[in-house]
Structures are given as structure tokens and as C-alpha cells.
Nanobody, 120 residues
Framework: QVQVVESGGGLVEPGESLRLSCVVSGNIFRINDMGWYRQAPGKQRELVAS???????NYADFVKGRFTICRDNNKNTVCLQMNNLKPGDTAVYYCGVDVETEDYMSAVYWGQGTQVTVSS
């Protein structure tokens, strides 16, 4: 079993910052890609940012220059620093991780999501 737990969401005003964190635990052999996704009401889930085990990062155009993804392979964590937040960033943010378990099976695991609301 693999558990994925996000934290750090909340209500902020436009221009403010939030930092999301995600911890992965359980029957882990190796974590490959780690990413943050978001889903706004009435919209499909979309990729925000991702980072591979070696550290290369990928960002959606709508967050470039504002958000930064980071990971700690020793702690099995991934974070998302979100600066200059806009109302359009309002969504539930999900952590998604590609995990190889100790029985050498691979699957993508998701957290329960954390709400980010940007409003004045």
C-alpha cells in the first residue's frame, strides 16, 4: 500500500503565496515522476508541474515564472511553491506520483487533494 497526503492549501488574496507539500509513504521501492495537478469546478484535471527523479522539471505555461516545484528523494516529498496567485488558480490541487513498490509493480497514486482559493 502507498499513501499520498497533501497539505498546505487555503484561502489567500490575489498576489499572495502558498506552499503545498506532499508526502508519500508505504511499500515504496522507488518514486519516479512526481507532479501537481489541479481541477477547478466544471473543468478537467490538468497538469500544473512535474519533476522527475533526476530533478528535471516541467511547468504548464499558465504557471511559468510563478510556481516552483521541488522534491526530496530522501524524504519522499514533493512541494509546490506558488507565488503571485491569481483567482484563476483557484482549484483543488492533487499530488500524483509514479511509484514502484517493493514487489516491483508500478502504478500512479493520488492524494485526496487540497483546496486552494484565491479571492479578494
Amino acid at each position: 500500500q502507498v499513501q499520498v497526503v497533501e497539505s498546505g492549501g487555503g484561502l489567500v488574496e490575489p498576489g499572495e503565496s502558498l506552499r503545498l507539500s506532499c508526502v508519500v509513504s508505504g511499500n515504496i521501492f522507488r518514486i519516479n515522476d512526481m507532479g501537481w495537478y489541479r481541477q477547478a469546478p466544471g473543468k478537467q484535471r490538468e497538469l500544473v508541474a512535474s519533476i522527475i527523479r533526476g530533478g528535471s522539471m516541467n511547468y504548464a505555461d499558465f504557471v511559468k515564472g510563478r510556481f516552483t516545484i521541488c522534491r526530496d528523494n530522501n524524504k519522499n516529498t514533493v512541494c509546490l511553491q506558488m507565488n503571485n496567485l491569481k483567482p484563476g488558480d483557484t482549484a483543488v490541487y492533487y499530488c500524483g506520483v509514479d511509484v514502484e513498490t517493493e514487489d516491483y509493480m508500478s502504478a500512479v497514486y493520488w492524494g485526496q487533494g487540497t483546496q486552494v482559493t484565491v479571492s479578494s
